[in-house]
T-cell receptor, first 115, second 111 residues
Framework: ETGVTQTPRHLVMGMTNKKSLKCEQH?????MYWYKQSAKKPLELMFV???????ENNSVPSRFSPECPNSSHLFLHLHTLQPEDSALYLC??????????????FGPGTRLTVL | GENVEQHPSTLSVQEGDSAVIKCTYS??????FPWYKQELGKRPQLIID???NVGEKKDQRIAVTLNKTAKHFSLHITETQPEDSAVYFC??????????WGAGTKLIIKP
């Protein structure tokens, strides 16, 4: 596998379920990101990890819980979600920028549907 | 708060014509402006970017211009081809790690 991979690609869950999204990057990067993509809206940055330390948390509800055990893996733990959380969840990685000008490489996304 | 406005939301052009997508940002401290292309069902990919110390950058049929005074930047695609059909996102760098994204422009190339 090359690049950034995400599993599962599709997920349907009830509001009382607990599930996790997984992201893995094979690019030797040390920064990883979770984004939420909803139709006709800007990409919403949820979390950023740099060198396994969380550096951004954009007022995301606590029902989303990220985990970054090492620089290659990123998880998003989900519990008691709402129907409005249905969206495409994209993971991305980049080199931890010294001057911030590094390309972000995206995974294929997980299409989440909350019933 | 900081935001990026992107227009138009949909753009339809005849194959071979040029396409222009415009973005306006609010944070004058922004200093890096990438453009990403997302084809249907695929992941966003960087196609071109520009830093605030440069006014224009070209890469074959694609160019980006930046007007720091007016706080806007534009993507220009010349001689459009069917494979240019996609959603294009602009973004502006807010802090070290945070890109503020536009809402996207769906570009349709008519044969």
């Amino acid at each position: 596998e090359t690049g950034v991979t995400q599993t599962p690609r599709h997920l349907v869950m009830g509001m009382t379920n607990k599930k996790s999204l997984k992201c893995e990057q094979h690019l030797g990067h040390n920064a990883m990101y979770w984004y939420k993509q909803s139709a006709k809206k800007p990409l919403e940055l949820m979390f950023v990890y740099s060198l396994e330390e969380r550096v951004e948390n954009n007022s995301v509800p606590s029902r989303f819980s990220p985990e970054c055990p090492n620089s290659s893996h990123l998880f998003l733990h989900l519990h008691t979600l709402q129907p409005e959380d249905s969206a495409l969840y994209l993971c991305a990685s980049s080199q931890a920028p010294r001057f911030s000008y590094n390309e972000q490489f995206f995974g294929p996304g997980t299409r989440l549907t909350v019933l | 708060g900081e935001n990026v406005e992107q227009h138009p939301s949909t753009l339809s052009v005849q194959e071979g014509d040029s396409a222009v997508i415009k973005c306006t940002y609010s944070d004058s401290a922004s200093n890096y402006f990438p453009w990403y292309k997302q084809e249907l069902g695929k992941r966003p990919q960087l196609i071109i970017d520009i830093r605030s110390n440069v006014g224009e950058k070209k890469d074959q049929r694609i160019a980006v211009t930046l007007n720091k005074t007016a706080k806007h930047f534009s993507l220009h695609i010349t001689e459009t081809q069917p494979e240019d059909s996609a959603v294009y996102f602009c973004a502006a760098l807010k802090f070290t790690y945070q890109l503020i994204w536009g809402a996207g422009t769906k570009l349709i190339i008519k044969p």
